[in-house]
């Protein structure tokens, strides 16, 4: 009695979405210019990854820097903690 409509592209497109899509393209930009966009897309997607690393790199160098010094402080405080229970005791 009822039909089930399905969409046209359910979830993530594959089969014949694809190919519609792909058809498209090659209408909107032309079978020439589309070596030429997957090309720029590649070496953009390339330099966002190099950027991405060099701020972990950074991050990492930070926290790095904060862990050094927060081994220091702790360092000169179990030092001076040392130093006032011998003084202390005696």
């Known amino acids: 009695m009822f039909e089930t409509i399905t969409p046209l592209f359910p979830g993530l497109p ?48 930070m926290n790095g820097d904060d862990d050094e010094d927060a081994t220091e402080t702790t360092t000169e405080t179990s030092t001076e903690t040392a130093t006032e229970s011998t003084t202390t005791s005696e």
């Open 14 to 61: 594959g089969g014949p979405e694809l190919i519609v899509v792909l058809l498209v393209l090659i209408l909107l930009f032309g079978a020439n210019k589309i070596p030429k966009l997957a090309r720029s897309t590649g070496q953009a997607m390339g330099e966002f990854r190099r950027g991405r690393n060099e701020i972990e790199e950074e991050l990492q160098q």
